[in-house]
């Protein structure tokens, strides 16, 4: 079964700074990967995925994620981070033979961006 | 803005009430989602509809009754609720596929008196 590991709570980091989010995953065969935000009283929203093709994949609001198979990571990363970045940032995974419909959810990484 | 739209955002609700909370999504998706999410918590997959049709439940209690009456809409009927349900309920939509993003609403938050 696949599972996905998201290894901090919460994540610090000054506005400007770079930010990096960590998630790690195990699936058997080539996985279906995503990033969702959620900000405070709002649902999730998708940021980007990696199915296929370049290690590094561009999403939404200048967010980037790189796809290390060896290392069975797919962290996600902002060259400079702002205030209005800090809420939970959940990574995903699906496997190549899971039905679908299901995604396994990592436990959110909430990050906190001060001015 | 969300491409999915649930209502009610709020409800408030006694253990022997019937309600239900209503999603909508007009993107041409063919697989719609009811998630329950509680705070600072990974979403947890309660159904899928694929084609109009339940394809998962996810061993849902019977007080939680889905229904899909078209490809647009997503209900979720809810009966005798417990305490420990009131939640954030998200709906989701996908265009199918393991390659598709879910879209997701901003959710019904449910309390149980």
């Known amino acids: 079964a696949q599972s996905v590991a998201q290894p901090e709570d919460q994540v610090n980091v000054a506005e400007g700074n770079p930010l990096t989010v960590k998630c790690t995953y195990s699936v058997s065969g080539n996985p279906y990967l995503f990033w969702y935000v959620q900000y405070p009283n709002r649902g999730l929203q998708f940021l980007l995925k990696?199915?296929?093709?370049?290690?590094l994949v561009k999403g939404s609001y200048g967010f980037e994620a790189e796809f290390n198979k060896s290392q069975t990571s797919f962290h996600l990363k902002k060259p400079s981070a702002l205030v209005s970045d800090s809420a939970l940032y959940f990574c995903?995974?699906?496997?190549?033979?899971?039905?679908?419909?299901?995604?396994?959810f990592g436990s959110g990484t909430q990050v906190v961006v001060t001015p | 803005d969300t491409e999915v739209t649930q209502t009610p955002k709020h409800l408030v609700m006694g253990m022997t009430n019937k309600k239900s909370l209503k999603c909508e999504q007009h993107m041409g998706h063919r697989a719609m989602y009811w998630y329950k999410q509680k705070a600072k918590k990974p979403p947890e997959l309660m159904f899928v509809?694929?084609?109009?049709?339940?394809?998962i439940n996810e061993s849902v209690p019977s007080r939680f009754s889905p229904e899909c009456p078209n490809s647009s809409l997503l209900n979720l009927h809810l009966h005798a609720l417990q305490p420990e349900d009131s939640a954030l309920y998200l709906c989701?939509?996908?265009?199918?596929?393991?390659?598709?993003?879910?879209?997701f609403g901003d959710g019904t938050r449910l309390s149980i008196l």
């Open positions: 989701a939509s996908s265009g199918g596929g393991p390659n598709q993003p879910q879209h």
């Open positions: 995903a995974v699906r496997g190549p033979t899971d039905s679908w419909g299901k995604l396994q």
């Open positions: 990696y199915i296929t093709g370049d290690n």
């Open positions: 509809y694929s084609y109009e049709k339940l394809s």
